[in-house]
T-cell receptor, first 113, second 112 residues
Framework: GEDVEQSLFLSVREGDSSVINCTYT??????LYWYKQEPGAGLQLLTY?????DMKQDQRLTVLLNKKDKHLSLRIADTQTGDSAIYFC?????????????FGRGTSLIVHP | NAGVTQTPKFQVLKTGQSMTLQCAQD?????MYWYRQDPGMGLRLIYY???????DKGEVPNGYNVSRLNKREFSLRLESAAPSQTSVYFC???????????FGEGSRLTVL
């Protein structure tokens, strides 16, 4: 997780928007990802963005990528209590034909009524 | 629709004991991975296997060995467990979509 950094906690009120931020260091990263981990479970891919894109929207999720600053963000609109989880930012570069993600430490999102 | 299955889900070992974590996927994926997750550390790659018959070290391979038994199965072995290996271990697989990993539910290991 040294190459990908994110804040550890975020607390929001139900119905508000959540913005989770991430910075990465490898400028050759071709794909950037957001994974979600619910308690007691493995990680699930939420969304990903190609490095040649600036933005990707998928229902309540908006991903913004600033390649110049190596900054990635995930915005969750109308945050619900079911969105409470740990969110991991990840980057990957090609390595011998494989794309191996490097994960950040995860941001715990707490949604309160 | 099993996906990635890990066994056991929980294990307690004494220092110096050995054990093998098993992982199997039913999605016909070529690549498989073992990660460990520690509080505040995120996920760190232990070993991966890009295809059947190949394995490579990740970020934290010391103290572990792996076997890619066939396309479905990828096991992780601790030969002489140490308290520093207390962690939650995740197996994952990838079918070709870059970086899209499918994870198992994890194996929680405690070494006393």
């Amino acid at each position: 997780g040294e190459d990908v950094e994110q804040s550890l906690f975020l607390s929001v009120r139900e119905g508000d928007s959540s913005v989770i931020n991430c910075t990465y260091t490898d400028s050759s990263s071709t794909y950037l990802y957001w994974y979600k981990q619910e308690p007691g479970a493995g990680l699930q891919l939420l969304t990903y963005i190609f490095s040649n894109m600036d933005m990707k929207q998928d229902q309540r999720l908006t991903v913004l990528l600033n390649k110049k600053d190596k900054h990635l963000s995930l915005r969750i609109a109308d945050t619900q209590t079911g969105d409470s989880a740990i969110y991991f930012c990840a980057e990957s570069i090609a390595s011998g034909g494989s794309y191996i993600p490097t994960f950040g430490r995860g941001t715990s999102l707490i949604v309160h009524p | 629709n099993a996906g990635v299955t890990q066994t056991p889900k929980f294990q307690v070992l004494k220092t110096g004991q050995s054990m093998t974590l098993q992982c199997a996927q039913d999605m016909n994926h070529n690549s498989m991975y073992w990660y460990r997750q520690d509080p505040g550390m995120g996920l760190r790659l232990i070993y991966y296997s890009a295809s059947e018959g190949t394995t490579d070290k990740g970020e934290v391979p010391n103290g572990y060995n792996v076997s890619r038994l066939n396309k479905r199965e990828f096991s992780l072995r601790l030969e002489s467990a140490a308290p520093s290996q207390t962690s939650v271990y995740f197996c994952a697989s990838n079918g070709g979509a870059p970086g899209e990993l499918f994870f198992g539910e994890g194996s929680r290991l405690t070494v006393l």
